[in-house]
Nanobody
Framework: VQLQAFGGGLVQAGGSLRLSCAAS????????MGWFRQAPGKEREFVAS????????SYADSVKGRFTVSRDNAKNTVYLQMNSLKPEDTAVYYCVAGVLRTRLTVTTNVDYWGQGTQVTVSS
């Protein structure tokens, strides 16, 4: 499967952005989907994921209550709504997919990576 992320950009602290990730293929509904991010000089980290069924969502503690992950299987798309953004959210965000995964909290559960999209939050 191929993943293409959209929606990154520059936003002021406290603002919002919505990332989208479009997936190719006819088996989108069988993939758990999620997002990782990597800030300059830091390791790649888990942000959020949603199960292949859409019934289970998981979040990193740093984004709980501010970010919401969702999916639209009819459009082969997963979203990350990011509210109350902070400068420390600045990173390249990567869309990921894992076959029949309920959670994608570690990179070893990821089968596919998309290209990143830059999110920059100014103070």
């Amino acid at each position: 499967v191929q993943l293409q992320a959209f929606g990154g950009g520059l936003v002021q602290a406290g603002g919002s952005l919505r990332l989208s990730c479009a997936a190719s293929g006819r088996t989108f509904s069988s993939y758990g989907m999620g997002w990782f991010r990597q800030a300059p000089g830091k390791e790649r980290e888990f942000v959020a994921s949603i199960s292949w069924s859409g019934g289970i969502s998981s979040y990193a503690d740093s984004v709980k209550g501010r970010f919401t992950v969702s999916r639209d299987n009819a459009k082969n798309t997963v979203y990350l709504q990011m509210n109350s953004l902070k400068p420390e959210d600045t990173a390249v965000y990567y869309c990921v997919a894992g076959v029949l995964r309920t959670r994608l909290t570690v990179t070893t559960n990821v089968d596919y990576w998309g290209q990143g999209t830059q999110v920059t939050v100014s103070s």
